[in-house]
């Protein structure tokens, strides 16, 4: 069966400090990988996502950037945070369009919970 | 426009009774998925439930249905036999077409169950 992992479960940063959150997946070859934030009480935001090795989408022009270097690890990084930056992230993956009857479903992982001081 | 859109932002519901939960969406393409996931305040998003826009029946998983409702753009999710662990926030959500990259959320629901 497949899962789903990411760390840290829970960080706190200073403003100006880098950031490094990973996720990877098992069970499952070149899937779909996305990077979500969701602040407090709200909906999720896609930042990014990628359905391949080096290859990242992106959504949402900010501070954050992703990298896929491997076929099942996705990190979400930042240079230098800012106090909005804070939420909790969640990664996701899904299977990649099979043709007819595709389906799309995305499964989450435990997400991260950043706050930004 | 919102793609999504849940227009209950809380619930109170007794424990026992059934809950629906309420989403429309729109989209102009004749091919699309509606989802909808459980985020309990753990906040891990659980997938419940997937129904097709060409599938014929309503989905169904265990106490889980979708009541689609296609010439509305609606897709409500049906709790039967609410249990206290069914308190959490619930969201809605769309897959345009067969793109494989993104699904739109909607805003959410937070269901309360009472005891």
């Known amino acids: 069966s497949q899962t789903i992992h990411q760390w840290p479960a829970t960080l706190v940063q200073p403003v100006g400090s880098p950031l490094s959150l990973e996720c990877t997946v098992e069970g499952t070859s070149n899937p779909n990988l996305y990077w979500y934030r969701q602040a407090a009480g709200r909906g999720l935001q896609l930042l990014f996502y990628?359905?391949?090795?080096?290859?990242i989408s992106s959504e949402v022009p900010q501070n954050l950037s992703a990298s896929r270097p491997q076929d099942r690890q996705f990190i979400l990084s930042s240079k230098k945070l800012l106090l909005s930056d804070s939420g909790f992230y969640l990664c996701?993956?899904?299977?990649?369009?099979?043709?007819?009857?595709?389906?799309?479903?995305?499964?989450f992982g435990p997400g991260t919970r950043l706050l930004v001081l | 426009a919102q793609k999504i859109t849940q227009t209950q932002p809380g619930m109170f519901v007794q424990e026992k009774e059934a809950v629906t939960l309420d989403c429309t969406y729109d989209?102009?393409?004749?091919?699309?998925?509606l989802f909808w996931y459980k985020q309990p305040s753990s906040g891990e998003m659980i997938f419940l439930i997937y129904q097709g826009s060409y599938d014929q029946q309503n989905a169904t998983e265990g106490r889980y249905s979708l009541n689609f409702q296609k010439a509305r753009k609606s897709a409500n999710l049906v709790i039967s036999a609410s249990q206290l662990g069914d308190s959490a926030m619930y969201f809605c959500a769309m897959r345009e077409g067969n793109r494989d990259d993104k699904i739109i959320f909607g805003k959410g629901t937070r269901l309360h169950i009472l005891p």
């Open positions: 990628s359905v391949g090795i080096g290859q």
């Open positions: 996701a993956w899904s299977v990649p369009k099979q043709g007819r009857g595709f389906v799309g479903t995305q499964y």
């Open positions: 989209t102009s393409d004749p091919s699309y998925g």
